[in-house]
């Protein structure tokens, strides 16, 4: 209350207040969520990774051949196994590398692997700044890709460093392909990318669809840079593989239950035609965990799940984004993104489903679902509008992020259980001993840590 003179009275006022935009900044409000929300999801991230232990299977094995093979004999080397129907040189330098220098520390793995996820999202928010999108976008592809089971699934697993570095050189090409370089050193940074893709892990030849980007300005040395890639890939695969390539059939290669059938049983099972039917099935399936989460590793989910939910609401609200989109410049570019996100993990991987098998076009995904929201936005004319929209995105995935983080160690502890903790010794004759037991001690201090 202030005193006011009035004709010589003497008047009480009451002082103006602010008006409620004034007072707080509903925006600013939102966004200040966001970042600190996204930082302890971030934080949770590392949290959970570095409780857990190394996976008894795949890690062990890829471990013991790393340490029996040089950095030459990578090169003309069978993958993870010395006889495997895999050729993935580049991942295989990059762990043998990490093994060099860690052994079997297993946090330096999971910095590592922080690390690589660190990079990818910064990638992602150098591609939305040259889109010219809100810095908050960024904050929306971390939650989603901390509550993608796709992504985290890889993310946290070390045995999937050759699937994440698949991923980051797509987040890398994208970013090339929209920065303001010329398209001759686009393409030779984007035909690198794709040749490091290639040689990390199979399902990077998806990354060959940029190729559709430099059709108008560059389509004669296109081909041949793209060309000459896929050419020295597939000699070198027959060089190590044998003639097939390691391209196994599809009555070889469509799941794991196959690995428990003779061939005779196999074809009771699955009689004429029967066993494309399951492969176009699981490639259907694949399709269906990623837009709609309504099959998990190939089987159908039979109740509505929050994950299928929130997966269908973002489907839906990728298509309104495409429909409401007015700008034309990119669409060459997001035609190839599409594409990715459609063969990324379906064609070019297995023709099995599995949730891991699905980071590429889950990226590719999140990648789509931030543009679109963002589109929507702008459709509204409104900032506080736009960034609502984005905020209750990023609230709904972030709850899917916590969900998915929260439940890591529990399922971690069960590995610990049920496979080191039995076992004393080494059950895998694909593992050396002191690998093992180096793992199970390790596995058991996280164990006593609960």
């Known amino acids: 209350m202030t005193e ?7 008047d009480m006022v009451r002082p103006q207040l602010p008006s409620f935009p004034e007072q707080i900044n509903l925006r600013s409000v939102l966004l200040a969520i966001m970042a600190v929300g996204t930082i302890g999801l971030t934080w949770l991230l590392l949290n959970t990774m570095m409780k857990q232990p190394f996976e ?8 013991t051949k790393l340490r029996h093979q040089s950095f030459l004999e990578l090169p003309l080397s069978a993958a993870w196994m010395l006889s495997s129907p895999f050729y993935r040189p580049v991942a295989e330098i990059f762990l043998k590398s990490l093994y060099a220098i860690f052994g079997m520390e297993r946090a330096g793995y999971r910095a590592v692997q922080f690390g690589c996820f660190l990079l990818l999202m910064w990638l992602g928010y150098l591609s939305f700044r040259k889109l010219r999108l809100p810095w908050e976008a960024s904050l929306l592809l971390v939650s989603f890709s901390l509550g993608s089971p796709f992504l985290t699934g890889s993310i946290v697993w070390i045995s999937e460093l050759p699937h994440v570095i698949v991923v980051i050189s797509f987040a890398a090409s994208l970013t090339v392909v929209l920065s303001e370089r010329s398209h001759s050193v686009k393409l030779t940074l984007c035909a690198m990318a794709f040749a490091v893709a ?8 998806a990354l060959g669809a940029f190729y559709l980007y430099f059709l108008r300005s560059l389509p004669m040395r296109a081909t041949v840079v793209f060309g000459g890639i896929i050419a020295v890939y597939l000699l070198f695969r027959a060089l190590v593989l044998g003639p097939s390539i390691g391209a196994g059939g599809v009555n070889e290669s469509v799941g794991y239950l196959f690995d428990y059938l003779s061939q005779a049983e196999r074809q009771a099972t699955f009689p004429g035609n029967a066993v494309y039917n399951l492969y176009v099935y699981n490639v259907a ?9 309504a099959t998990q590793w190939g089987i159908i989910i039979s109740h509505v799940t929050y994950h299928a939910l929130l997966h269908t609401a973002s489907t839906i609200l990728i298509v309104i984004g495409l429909v409401v989109w007015k700008r034309q410049r990119n669409l060459p570019i997001w035609l190839v993104v599409i594409l990715i996100m459609i ?26 679902l931030v543009i679109c929201a963002c589109e929507i936005g702008r459709s509204t004319r409104s900032r506080l509008a736009a960034t609502s929209i984005i905020f209750s995105l990023w609230l709904s995935w972030s709850y899917e992020a916590y969900r998915t983080l929260i439940l890591m160690p529990g399922s971690a502890l069960e590995v610990v259980e049920k496979s080191y903790a039995p076992y004393p010794d080494v059950q895998n004759h694909q593992v050396d001993a002191d690998i093992w037991e180096l793992a199970r001690q390790d596995a058991l201090k996280i164990q006593q840590a609960r």
């Open 4 to 10: 006011k003179a009035v004709g010589g009275r003497i």
């Open 56 to 63: 008894p299977n795949d890690d062990l094995i890829w471990f």
């Open 198 to 205: 290639l040689l990390s892990k199979e399902n990077g030849l």
């Open 285 to 293: 399936a694949q399709l269906g965990a990623l837009l709609f989460r």
């Open 343 to 368: 063969l990324g993990g379906t064609v070019f991987s297995y023709s099995y489903a599995r949730d891991r098998h699905l980071a590429l076009p889950a990226y590719a995904y999140g990648t789509l």
